[in-house]
Structure formats: C-alpha cells, structure tokens
C-alpha cells in the first residue's frame, strides 16, 4: 500500500483552471501507473488521466485538449493541469497509484473540485 495526498482542489468558475497535486508516500519509480479518478454525485467513478512509469499518458475523452497529467520526479509528485473547466467537471477527484492495471491500487482521500456557471 502507498499513502497518497492530494492537494489542489477548490471552487472556480466555468472556463478557469486549476491544478490538483498528489504525492505517493514512496517513491515514484517503484509505482507503474498513476492517475486521477473523479466521482460526481450519484455516478460512477471514472478514469480521468494516468502516467506509467514509462511517462505514456492516456486520457479520458472528456479530458482530452483541456486537461493534462505531469509527473515531477525531483518532487516525486505528480499533477493534473484542468484548463477550460467546465460545471460537468464539478466531482471529488482521487488519486491513484498501481502496480498493474487489473489491480485497484490505492486511492488518496479525494479532493472536491466545484466548478460555477
């Protein structure tokens, strides 16, 4: 298991930014995927973005051209860039780090992102 913080989240207006933080309480390299889930009231949880180890990055759809995920290894810290938000990004987003996909991993404790019209 891997301790996860996350930090970053808060209230914005639609079209605004901000950027989430998360750090694994070991280090990066002995973790091969990390990536960020969201959870909005009343569905499911959802991939959002994940960086291997490798640094390939995927993205969900909905992600794609407005968010991107970056790993700082001198900081061993990895982000999530959300740029153009939008009201349907408003969820509790989790980070998450695993040592093979099938695997659920360890999940930080979640950090709300509300996004106003």
């Known amino acids: 298991q891997v301790q996860l913080v996350e930090s970053g989240g808060g209230t914005v207006q639609a079209g605004e930014s901000l950027t989430l933080s998360c750090k694994p309480s070991?280090?990066?390299?002995?973790?091969?995927?990390l990536g960020w889930f969201r959870q909005a009231p009343g569905k499911e949880r959802e991939l959002v973005a994940v960086?291997?180890?490798?640094?390939?990055?995927n993205y969900a759809d909905s992600a794609k051209g407005r968010f991107t995920i970056s790993r700082d290894n001198t900081k061993n810290t990895v982000y999530l860039q959300m740029n153009s938000l939008q009201p349907e990004d408003t969820a509790v987003y989790y980070c998450?780090?695993?040592?093979?996909?099938?695997?659920?991993?360890?999940w930080g404790q979640g950090t709300q992102v509300t996004v106003e019209n």
């Open positions: 070991r280090n990066f390299f002995t973790i091969n995927f």
């Open positions: 960086v291997s180890s490798h640094g390939n990055k």
């Open positions: 998450n780090a695993r040592s093979t996909w099938n695997q659920s991993g360890s």
